[in-house]
């Protein structure tokens, strides 16, 4: 059993920063693909970032450049840099913890881009 506590959102002007936080209690925590996804009102959740336990990264193209995803496995945690927010990048995030058929999610934290 995983448990992810996601922190961090915030609402925040266009072109602003934000860290969100993954918080993870796991045995074996360095094994998962961790990500975070997101989901907007009348949208189906997508993936944002993901990082596996090799260390490979990938991105939705509408982030590459703006969104760094990073994990601490010593703290148990993972990270999503957050720069030059749009409007379009409002959603509630979620941590995302996967390994074989085991799939776990947090509760989801609200980010909001606005002026």
């Known amino acids: 059993q995983v448990q992810l506590v996601e922190s961090g959102g915030d609402l925040v002007q266009p072109g602003g920063s934000l860290r969100l936080s993954c918080a993870a209690s796991?045995?074996?925590?360095?094994?998962?693909?961790m990500g975070w996804y997101r989901q907007a009102p009348g949208n189906e959740r997508e993936l944002v970032a993901a990082?596996?336990?090799?260390?490979?990264?990938d991105y939705t193209d509408s982030v590459k450049g703006r969104f760094t995803i990073s994990r601490d496995n010593a703290e148990q945690k993972v990270y999503l840099q957050m720069n030059n927010l749009k409007v379009e990048d409002t959603a509630v995030y979620y941590c995302?913890?996967?390994?074989?058929?085991?799939?776990?999610w947090g509760q989801g934290t609200q980010v909001t881009v606005s002026s």
């Open positions: 995302n913890a996967r390994q074989s058929k085991y799939n776990y």
């Open positions: 990082i596996a336990s090799g260390g490979n990264i």
């Open positions: 796991a045995r074996f925590f360095s094994i998962y693909t």
